[in-house]
């Protein structure tokens, strides 16, 4: 595949921790793939991403801190303790991965999804 050039992109970083459970992830840019209001790549990206926080907070019950601006979302999981919460909890943040790792093939040239571990 070709990668267009471009201004835009967007750079996704999700951080796992040594137990292999994403800890943080950070959402900066813009994709540039449409006018504003039409980009269907920045709001794929927002939905999962703004998603996963509510979902974070309403269903697994995690406390989240949060920053949400333009071009930027940055998200910090605490560690967990109740077994339940950590299920929920993963099970929304590998949905989220999955969809934006699914955007990411299809959308190459507007988006970077970078996985890190801690060592």
């Given at each position: ?66 920053i949400m601006e333009d ?20 099970a929304i943040l590998d ?25």
């Open positions: 595949m070709i990668k267009l050039m471009h201004d835009g992109m967007i750079n996704v970083e999700i951080l796992k921790g040594i137990n292999g459970f994403i800890r943080k992830f950070t959402v900066e840019g813009h994709s540039d793939y449409a006018e504003y209001g039409s980009d269907i790549v920045c709001s794929a990206v927002s939905v999962l991403t703004q998603t996963a926080i509510i979902g974070l907070r309403n269903v697994a019950g995690v406390s989240v801190i949060y071009g930027l979302i940055d998200c910090e999981i605490p560690f967990i303790h109740e077994k339940d919460k950590l299920i929920k909890a993963n949905t989220m991965v999955i969809g934006l790792m699914n955007i990411k093939k299809n959308y190459s040239a507007y988006i970077d999804v970078v996985i890190k571990g801690e060592v």
